[in-house]
């Protein structure tokens, strides 16, 4: 009889190592920046890296464990936050974490309606699909003042950001809310793709037809995985409106978010959960460091546009590197790595 795919976790002992790894992450991520006490590092560094990784996440539902290609991954982001927005502002006592919730339903509403074509069609022909959602919803938000308040800029402005009564609006605050959302949206997740539905989605990936013949069906395990990606991504995109930049307009969530966040997920890994948030860091920390270094070499004057332009060229070498040379992105690296330490430790012990 036929079984749907197990999640690739090894039971090896080698395992041990990233599971300690992982476990210090966390508790270096509750705990460490507090310590610090930097603005610096919670504004521009630790916020948008995790909302980041959520969308990360959400893509990667979709597309390395659905198989299901997307580049409209901005638009749900949008639909995530000016829904947050409008529910926080004409439902007077609606808090804004149920806001936010909602309004990640919201654009699971839509994720499943602009996934209706992946039902007939796959490949460079979704990619179309979901493109025609990036063009379509950021148009509308802006051609419509009811979505932003009447707003002649088309801007929307964060809520006071509140929790059982206490204000979060420090950038420590804003980190801990922010913190607080990915870490259990990633824990359910995970269990997510742990459970029949995970292995359901990456039967559909691997082969659909295969996978109708075991019964499951592939039109409703697409949409699910359409569902639950464009949640992830809603929440992300009111999470980047409200804790992050505190003001956004739909121009905030064009094409470039969306490669961006596809960024993430090829140099992270696909198919890997870790790896959202190595690519997220990757990305959020490579301009910081290519300034750094180009501040040490060049000076303290930097031309911005020549920094920019280092940036596209260097993120484009890296993923025609990822793609070719390593699919499995920094993830793959990083056991590959800490396979190699091991071994090397175990024969400096066997020599002993």
Do not use: C
Request: aromatic share 10%.
């Amino acid at each position: 009889m036929a079984t749907l795919p197990q999640p690739l976790v090894s039971t090896h002992p080698r395992t041990a190592l990233p599971a300690l790894i992982a476990s210090v992450a966390i508790v270096a991520a509750a705990f460490l920046p507090f310590a610090i006490g930097s603005d610096y590092l919670f504004s521009a560094i630790l916020v948008p890296v995790l909302i980041l990784s959520l969308a990360g996440l959400g893509l990667n539902i979709l597309t390395g464990y659905a198989g299901q290609l997307s580049l409209g991954s901005a638009a749900f982001m949008a639909i995530g936050a000016f829904a947050t927005y409008n529910i926080n502002l004409r439902l007077p006592g609606f808090s804004l974490l149920l806001s936010i919730i909602a309004g990640g339903v919201i654009a699971a509403a839509f994720g499943v309606l602009f996934g209706l074509p992946s039902l007939r069609v796959k490949g460079f022909y979704l990619i179309a699909s979901t493109l025609a959602a990036q063009f379509f919803v950021p148009w509308a938000l802006s051609q419509y003042g009811w979505f932003t308040n009447g707003d002649a800029s088309g801007v929307i402005s964060a809520p006071p950001l509140t929790l059982a009564g206490y204000s979060l609006d420090s950038p420590a605050g804003r980190y801990a809310y922010t913190l607080a959302i990915v870490a259990v949206l990633t824990l359910l997740a995970r269990n997510l793709i742990h459970s029949p539905t995970g292995r359901a989605w990456m039967a559909v990936r691997d082969m659909d037809l295969a996978a109708a013949a075991i019964g499951i069906s592939p039109g409703r395990t697409k949409l699910l995985a359409f569902a639950v990606s464009s949640f992830l991504l809603g929440v992300a995109g009111a999470l980047w409106a409200f804790t992050y930049l505190g003001t956004v307009e739909p121009a905030g969530f064009d094409l470039d978010r969306s490669f961006q966040v596809l960024f993430v997920i090829i140099i992270g890994g696909l198919g890997s959960i870790r790896g959202n948030f190595l690519g997220a860091a990757f990305i959020t920390l490579l301009p910081i460091a290519l300034s750094l270094a180009g501040a040490a070499i060049v000076g303290p004057v930097l031309d911005p546009a020549l920094l920019e332009n280092a940036q596209k060229v260097i993120f484009g070498a890296l993923i025609i590197f990822f793609l070719v040379a390593e699919p499995d992105g920094l993830t793959r690296l990083l056991d590959r790595a800490l396979r190699t330490r091991s071994s090397w430790i175990g024969r400096s012990k066997s020599r002993q």
